[in-house]
């Protein structure tokens, strides 16, 4: 019944993809904020280790990020 | 069905294309959002206050990217509607040949047709019911549903009434014109009337 009304093919990978894109993508960005708040902490207190340590996380968050928005300009202009 | 009738109406299309969707999409996008509000409020919430201003920051930029983000996918799917309805107007009024409407059908990446304001909606739904369940205004958010319900028959009884007069008031293309006028008058007058009863500024969208 349900099926006959919706595409279900389409609507699970639309589940799929929001919910690993819009939520994933999200707290991936949390975790660069964070590492970027803890990296400002840590040049404060002169922790060496922690400094790189955090500015290796935001370096790939920020190219995770950079790389789904290029995905997303990709998906949307060639739909 | 002012046209062909009631049997031009593919009423499992419309449950299908537009009804299921619409339903459909506010729920996704809510609990995507729900659940990266979630997990963003339980990864920033022990940071220390001297570090908020960063957090503040680095919020700002991502907004800025994800505003830009929504702004395109409006552009590139909801502008098309339209152009759909223009070409129907046209297929309707016999200008454009059926076959050339078929041109403009623009699939989603996944074939399915969702609407930027419904997903949008659906998304600001559930940041609020992610950050904390009294932040979302479920008054209001029943009211937008409520709308969206009265949107499908009353713009199919608008756009019948709009015909219907075109084609007996007059011939050829002064009766478009003459409806085209209508309702540019009816829109600006709506909008004056609200303006005047409660005035929409920036401050709204801020």
Known sequence: MIASVVDLAALWKILVATLLVGSGLTALYAIGVRSLARLAAARRDGVGADVAAHALVVAVVTTACACAVVLGVVAMTHK | ?206
């Open chain 2, 1 to 206: 069905v002012a046209t062909a009738g009631w049997h031009a109406v593919k009423g499992q299309a419309i449950v299908e294309k537009v009804l299921a969707p619409a339903l459909l999409a506010p729920i996704i996008c809510g609990a995507a959002a729900m659940v990266g509000t979630l997990i963003a409020y339980r990864m920033l919430q022990r940071e220390r206050t001297a570090e908020q201003e960063v957090t503040r920051r680095g919020y700002r930029y991502g907004q800025v990217a994800t505003a830009s983000l929504v702004s395109l996918a409006h552009g590139t799917n909801d502008a098309q509607k339209t152009m759909g309805v223009i070409t129907l107007a046209l297929v309707a009024h016999g200008t454009l040949h059926q076959h050339g409407a078929s041109d403009f059908s623009v699939p989603l990446y996944y074939g399915y047709p969702l609407s930027t304001t419904h997903v949008v909606s659906g998304g600001i739904l559930g940041v609020g019911v992610g950050k904390r369940l009294a932040e979302v205004r479920w008054g209001l958010a029943g009211q937008i549903a409520g709308a969206w319900a009265l949107t499908l028959p009353a713009a199919g009884a608008v756009a019948y009434a709009t015909f219907w007069a075109a084609d007996h008031l007059a011939g050829g293309v002064a009766g478009p014109v003459i409806m085209a006028i209508v309702a540019a008058v009816a829109a600006t007058s709506l909008f004056a009337a609200i303006q005047r009863r409660s005035p929409v500024t920036a401050s709204d969208v801020a």
